[in-house]
């Protein structure tokens, strides 16, 4: 008997780690993730002032490409102290929801161009993150 998963590969990761959790692996998987979430905010800290680098950007600079969506998690646990508003979409769109108001007024204040009214100038102020 074939099981067909919808939503393809990423799915059947996301499965594997919930059924991870659900037979008791919840300590393993949550150094896992802690792991990686001290990472992301490693290289938040390290984006300069006046420049942005989007989530999946993030990710492939820690050998995950596939993870953009587990960097926005780490970003809602990001420490007061980092840059948070300096990492957006990869098409330059804001993802501050609520705050994407704040986030716009922050980049403007450190001189990062915008195309549209939520949207920054990747060409113009992407971070290579070197």
């Known amino acids: 008997m074939h099981i067909r998963w919808?939503?393809?590969w990423k799915q059947h990761v996301e499965w594997g780690v919930l059924l991870l959790y659900l037979y008791g692996f919840s300590h393993k998987i949550q150094a896992i993730m802690d792991s990686f979430f001290d990472a992301v905010h490693a290289i938040v800290?390290?984006?300069?002032?006046?420049?942005?680098v989007s989530y999946g950007q993030i990710a492939c600079m820690l050998g995950s490409p596939l993870?953009?969506?587990?960097?926005?998690?780490?970003?809602?646990q990001c420490p007061?102290?980092?840059?948070?508003?300096?990492?957006?979409?990869?098409d330059g769109s804001l993802?501050?929801?609520?705050?994407?108001?704040?986030q716009k007024a922050i980049l403007l204040s450190e001189g990062v161009q915008f195309i549209g009214e939520y949207r920054v100038s990747m060409q113009a102020c992407q971070w290579d993150g070197c």
Request: hydrophobic share 40%; proline share 5%; glycine share 16%.
């Open 67 to 76: 993870r953009a969506r587990t960097v926005g998690w780490a970003m809602h």
């Open 6 to 8: 919808w939503g393809g």
């Open 95 to 102: 993802a501050g929801g609520d705050h994407a108001a704040i």
């Open 45 to 52: 800290a390290k984006i300069p002032y006046g420049k942005v």
């Open 80 to 90: 007061d102290d980092l840059p948070w508003q300096r990492v957006v979409k990869s």
